[in-house]
């Protein structure tokens, strides 16, 4: 392989990979946003709703409304919630998050950041290394 020279494309490549390795964090911000109820929070007022007023009506622990906001900006930078002024809402993405959305995607979401569906994707290498069926063999059975 021909080694990179150009430090613009190797920091892209940094970047992408990087991108890559921290996908995870969207499933798991997804869950702890519909665990939270925020999207029905959102729906449920009407309009766009401010930082204060939603954590307000949030079930969490005091101490930790800080960083709401940190959790909403990453949500709404993969396409979820939409930040206008000062408040957010719920992008056309995010209304497959609502409990009553009859297309929601919320059993998906659980399914696929639930730790017995991710497990096995941690003993990948030493499925390869032994005679297992299945990389869910090598870990549950």
Known sequence: MEKVENLVELR??????????????????????????IPDVID???????????????????SKSIHIHRLMRFLSNVGFFVQQNEGYSLSTAGLLLLKNE??????????????????HWNFLTEWFENDDPSPFDTTHC
């Open 12 to 37: 892209e490549a940094q970047d992408y990979a990087g991108s890559q390795v921290f996908n995870f964090r969207k499933c798991a911000s997804l869950k702890c946003a519909i665990e939270l109820g």
């Open 44 to 62: 449920q007022h009407g309009k766009p709703i401010t930082i204060s007023d939603l954590i307000s009506a949030l079930p969490i622990n005091i």
């Open 102 to 119: 009859p297309f929601n995607m919320r059993a998906f979401i659980y399914y696929v950041s639930d730790p017995i569906a991710l497990k």
